[in-house]
């Protein structure tokens, strides 16, 4: 029997270690679970949810304590014995599930934790317990916790004392996918108002985690572009409409962008998860300051010639602010005016439809910090490959009172004696950094 001839709306009663429902719209639940929880009665556009529970992070806590070992997990009998109800009223007909994390802060605004923790498809009912199991260890998996690490968050171990941290386990009716993916309500790295859709045949597993590219469609209203195809044209026109009818569904009802997993089978269109957008590139769209912003590409074009990902752009914005924050201090410009100039250092480069742009309104104002802009101010331009003249407003800001010549040529001599005494300092230098290095 297919998902699609069963009645998945019946209810699963909850108790201790299960939710559905509203009783699952609680943040330690998780972004995952929440976001289906909120969506049992909105209007996705002719498309389903398929039916499911969620064990709590109290689960986790009572099964741990069994043990009280760091690296094994045994659920108490009350625990089996309403999982094991559960899933008979989920799956009366035997059907398969999938065993999903759904961790406080994964999936959210913030943070996505995308790819991270484990997921475990098409488990038998005997196999839940296990794949509940599994699911709670990658929680804790080193990838998790660096990742936590490097966002400021508390990195737990796995104890009764840090159950807190574990995640709440989604468990759902399996979808037997002729055709999945995921969709974008907006551009991810523009924030276009696009639906941006890749899909491939089968389970929507391998595109991702990124083992398969998948063929991908823009929509503009109702307008199907197929980008690119590699798998051979996956989706109808008729069908990318559907899913790009639901990804807008998703946004108008969360009010905010959305990245969404969804799924075909037996003809019937499924949504498996709804998040935010974490992801649409800084530097994207113009700042909301009130100044000028001019993008011009004619001198980076040389360095980033052609489509550039969001990765690689997400390194070269990072070195060219540090890069030129240590240049500034070089020169001999204070650390407090470099640290007023902050958001300007982190925005000198821009990612604009996949090509990279200098942002010439805070290329102007960061040169015009440093000694001796006034006098060298022409030569700047010529490397920067700017011949137009600048907007009112952004020649007002670099030639403020005080930018005299005179005084500008008194900046440029000390920063000339710096300079020297960094050469003079050089191969000391040279000794530590290279000791440093071995």
Not at 225 to 247: F, I, K
Not at 371 to 393: K, S, Y
């Amino acid at each position: 029997m297919s998902l699609g001839e069963l009645d998945v709306g019946a209810a699963v009663q909850t108790g201790d270690y299960i939710a559905t429902g509203s009783a699952a719209q609680h943040p330690r639940f998780g972004g995952k679970v929440r976001a289906l929880a909120d969506l049992a009665d909105a209007d996705l556009a002719g498309a389903s949810i398929p039916a499911w529970f969620a064990l709590t992070p109290e689960a986790f806590a009572a099964s741990v304590q069994q043990t009280g070992a760091d690296d094994q997990v045994q659920m108490p009998q009350a625990l089996q014995t309403e999982l094991a109800r559960a899933i008979r009223q989920l799956c009366p007909d035997d059907a398969l599930l999938a065993v999903r994390s759904s961790a406080a802060g994964e999936d959210g605004v913030s943070h996505s934790f995308a790819g991270l923790l484990d997921s475990v498809l098409n488990v038998a009912a005997t196999g839940v317990e296990e794949a509940v199991a599994t699911v709670w260890r990658s929680a804790f998996s080193e990838r998790v916790l660096e990742y936590r690490r490097s966002r400021g968050m508390d990195s737990p171990d796995m104890d009764s004392s840090d159950a807190a941290a574990a995640p709440a386990v989604l468990i759902q009716r399996m979808v037997q996918a002729e055709m999945a993916g995921v969709a974008f309500s907006a551009d991810p790295v523009t924030g276009e108002n696009v639906v941006v859709i890749a899909a491939v045949p089968g389970l929507g597993e391998s595109l991702v985690n990124g083992e398969r590219d998948g063929d991908t469609y823009r929509v503009a209203g109702e307008v199907v572009t197929a980008v690119a195809t590699p798998e051979g044209d996956v989706l109808t026109p008729t069908q990318a409409l559907a899913v790009a009818r639901l990804a807008r569904a998703c946004e108008a009802h969360f009010s905010s962008p959305q990245d969404t997993e969804w799924a075909f089978e037996g003809g019937r269109l499924y949504l498996l998860q709804s998040r935010p957008i974490t992801t649409i590139a800084a530097g994207s769209q113009i700042p909301e300051t009130g100044e000028t912003v001019i993008w011009d590409n004619s001198n980076i074009i040389e360095s980033y010639s052609g489509m550039t990902t969001p990765l690689t752009y997400s390194f070269a914005q990072r070195a060219y602010g540090a890069v030129y924050r240590q240049f500034c201090l070089l020169l001999g410009v204070r650390a407090t005016k470099i640290a007023e100039h902050s958001a300007r250092f982190d925005g000198m480069i821009g990612l604009i439809r996949g090509r990279i742009y200098y942002n010439l309104s805070n290329w102007y104002r960061l040169l015009a910090l440093l000694p001796g802009f006034t006098l060298n101010r022409p030569l700047m331009e010529q490397m920067m490959g700017v011949n137009e003249a600048l907007p009112p407003d952004l020649e007002r800001d670099i030639s403020a009172p005080g930018a005299s010549r005179l005084q500008d040529s008194a900046d440029l001599a000390r920063a000339g004696v710096g300079l020297v005494g960094s050469l003079i300092r050089l191969p000391g230098m040279q000794r530590a950094f290279y000791a440093r290095l071995e």
